[in-house]
């Protein structure tokens, strides 16, 4: 999300974003392109709540979401769209198709921090609501803010607009939606962000969004040259080992596994850390890398003759890592701080003459820690570079062995699967989405379900 509504983009585009904030070129970033082979189903529940009062458009603190580990409050809504002659803005994509316009309700992590700006870099720092928006019937909510556009045609400038329901912006079902790890999708992209993208869109008239797209501008009222403003969102990013939970089963696009529990996920990296490796190198290799669940019969039979005459080996070194006590860490207890993981990894590359490297070097301090959080919140596979982290404490020749196993099958893997790819989205990383099914009507709730409600 933008950090302010209606945000100008920076001049020179996106790709130039990393030189002058390093978490842009990073990792675990936002939009992502939501397709089927990235979603898992999450019997979790979230709870939003409206107790029926009016609320304005800048959204009271007393606006929150409850239902996640930490309450969080609202703090401003804005909106991402493309042009009159292109209405496709939407920044998240669902199974190719992108939308005209994408609307983000931005919460902070009100338990732990005093207000936005100290939240916005914090790894639990903010929650956002999404909601696509198309074009079709006429929206009377929409219409509450649209016509006061004129009052804020140039940047910086602001009008008082009367209080009006925030509910009716949203979607009927809201307990249809994805969830996900991800970040700002403006500068400094810091991936502080739990999306929660509701799947069914709202509509408004060809008209109103012509209004939103041809009303306003990202130049100063004093400016010669009037800069229009539209087309603001940015492209999807790479996946980087996320999934994307969902709350409904039903559609052809939907036949993903349901996510593994959390005390599943806490075993394997308790494993990693102090138990017995060979293990791991053996068929459990699908809990580490989802992707290698289907290994062909010939590695699953050597990997199996690997650890049948490697047994006792492994047996005596895991037992002496075991009595050493080590524990898993718990990275949910203690956010990560990404100013400071900045400041810090610069600091180290001055000292080395080599600053040009400061994109590469933050996401290789950034990625281990982020995947691991969540992976254990079940929001993630486990990627190979946290494995080498988790790894790095354990004896060289058991690593090593483990480190070949997945590597070999990794390999093996992409041989077998790349001759069926065909060209998707998102330079090819996604395979061709099943064709869209009709969505229950508001009247057909799941019974597993209970409607979101916002709590005031």
Same mark, same amino acid.
């Given at each position: 999300?933008a950090?302010?509504?209606?945000?100008?983009?920076?001049?020179e585009?996106?790709?130039?974003?990393?030189?002058?904030?390093? +978490?842009?070129?990073?990792?675990? @970033?936002s *939009?992502?392109?939501?397709?089927? %082979? /990235? &979603?898992?189903?999450?019997? #979790?529940?979230?709870?939003?709540?409206?107790?029926?009062?009016?609320?304005?458009?800048?959204?009271?603190?007393?606006m929150y979401?409850?239902?996640?580990?930490?309450?969080y409050?609202?703090?401003?809504?804005?909106?991402?769209?493309?042009?009159?002659?292109?209405?496709?803005?939407?920044?998240h994509?669902?199974?190719?198709?992108?939308?005209?316009?994408e609307?983000?309700?931005?919460?902070?992590?009100?338990?732990?921090?005093?207000?936005?700006?100290?939240?916005?870099?914090?790894?639990?720092?903010?929650?956002?609501?999404?909601?696509?928006?198309?074009?079709?019937?006429?929206?009377?909510?929409?219409?509450?803010?649209?016509?006061?556009?004129?009052g804020?045609? +140039?940047?910086g400038?602001?009008? @008082?607009i *009367?209080?009006?329901n925030?509910? %009716? /912006? &949203?979607p009927?079902?809201? #307990?249809?939606?994805?969830?996900?790890?991800?970040s700002?999708?403006?500068?400094?992209?810091?991936?502080?962000?739990?999306?929660?993208?509701?799947?069914?869109?709202?509509?408004?008239?060809?008209?109103?969004?012509?209004?939103?797209?041809?009303a306003?501008?990202?130049?100063h009222?004093?400016?010669?040259?009037?800069?229009?403003?539209?087309?603001?969102?940015?492209k999807?990013?790479?996946?980087?080992?996320?999934?994307v939970?969902?709350?409904?089963?039903e559609?052809?696009?939907?036949q993903?596994?349901?996510?593994?529990?959390?005390?599943m996920?806490?075993?394997?990296?308790?494993?990693?850390?102090?138990?017995?490796l060979?293990?791991?190198?053996?068929?459990?290799?699908?809990?580490?890398?989802?992707?290698?669940s289907?290994?062909?019969?010939?590695?699953?039979k050597?990997?199996?003759?690997?650890?049948?005459?490697?047994a006792?080996?492994?047996?005596?070194?895991?037992?002496?890592?075991?009595s050493?006590?080590?524990?898993?860490?718990?990275?949910?207890?203690?956010?990560l701080?990404?100013?400071?993981?900045e400041?810090g990894?610069?600091?180290?590359?001055k000292?080395a003459h080599?600053?040009?490297?400061l994109v590469?070097?933050?996401?290789?301090e950034?990625?281990?820690?982020?995947?691991?959080?969540?992976y254990?919140?079940?929001?993630?596979?486990?990627?190979?570079?946290t494995?080498?982290?988790?790894?790095?404490?354990?004896?060289?020749?058991?690593?090593?062995e483990l480190?070949?196993?997945?590597?070999?099958?990794?390999?093996?893997?992409?041989?077998?699967?790349?001759?069926?790819?065909t060209?998707?989205?998102?330079?090819g990383?996604h395979?061709?989405?099943?064709?869209?099914?009709?969505?229950?009507?508001?009247?057909?709730?799941?019974?597993?379900?209970?409607?979101?409600e916002?709590?005031?």
């Amino acid at each position: 999300p933008a950090l302010f509504a209606f945000r100008a983009r920076r001049p020179e585009g996106e790709h130039h974003w990393p030189k002058h904030f390093p +978490y842009c070129g990073g990792t675990f @970033q936002s *939009p992502i392109h939501i397709s089927s %082979d /990235l &979603l898992r189903f999450d019997p #979790d529940q979230l709870t939003l709540g409206n107790n029926g009062h009016s609320v304005q458009i800048s959204l009271p603190p007393r606006m929150y979401i409850s239902g996640l580990p930490h309450r969080y409050s609202a703090a401003q809504l804005h909106f991402h769209w493309g042009s009159a002659g292109r209405p496709l803005g939407s920044e998240h994509t669902v199974n190719n198709k992108q939308y005209a316009g994408e609307m983000h309700v931005v919460h902070f992590n009100s338990e732990k921090y005093p207000n936005m700006s100290m939240a916005v870099d914090k790894s639990d720092g903010l929650a956002v609501l999404g909601a696509f928006i198309e074009i079709g019937a006429f929206s009377p909510a929409f219409e509450q803010f649209l016509k006061f556009l004129n009052g804020v045609k +140039y940047r910086g400038q602001k009008v @008082q607009i *009367p209080g009006f329901n925030i509910r %009716d /912006l &949203l979607p009927a079902r809201l #307990d249809e939606y994805y969830r996900y790890d991800g970040s700002l999708t403006t500068p400094p992209c810091y991936p502080s962000v739990l999306w929660t993208i509701f799947r069914n869109p709202v509509t408004i008239s060809r008209s109103q969004f012509v209004s939103l797209a041809t009303a306003l501008f990202s130049s100063h009222v004093q400016d010669s040259t009037p800069v229009p403003l539209n087309g603001n969102f940015r492209k999807p990013q790479a996946a980087d080992s996320r999934v994307v939970l969902v709350s409904f089963k039903e559609g052809k696009g939907l036949q993903a596994p349901t996510v593994s529990p959390r005390f599943m996920r806490k075993h394997v990296v308790q494993q990693l850390l102090v138990g017995d490796l060979a293990d791991l190198a053996d068929e459990g290799l699908y809990q580490l890398l989802p992707s290698l669940s289907k290994l062909p019969d010939a590695n699953k039979k050597e990997l199996r003759a690997q650890k049948a005459s490697k047994a006792k080996k492994h047996m005596l070194n895991s037992s002496q890592w075991k009595s050493e006590g080590r524990s898993v860490s718990m990275p949910n207890q203690n956010a990560l701080c990404y100013v400071t993981m900045e400041q810090g990894v610069m600091r180290q590359l001055k000292q080395a003459h080599a600053e040009n490297q400061l994109v590469q070097a933050l996401e290789q301090e950034v990625f281990p820690e982020l995947n691991l959080r969540s992976y254990l919140e079940c929001r993630s596979d486990l990627a190979l570079p946290t494995i080498r982290h988790l790894l790095s404490g354990r004896p060289t020749d058991e690593a090593l062995e483990l480190d070949q196993s997945l590597t070999k099958a990794l390999k093996s893997r992409r041989t077998t699967t790349g001759k069926k790819k065909t060209s998707g989205t998102n330079n090819g990383k996604h395979a061709p989405p099943p064709a869209p099914t009709k969505p229950l009507g508001p009247g057909h709730p799941h019974p597993w379900l209970l409607p979101m409600e916002w709590e005031d």
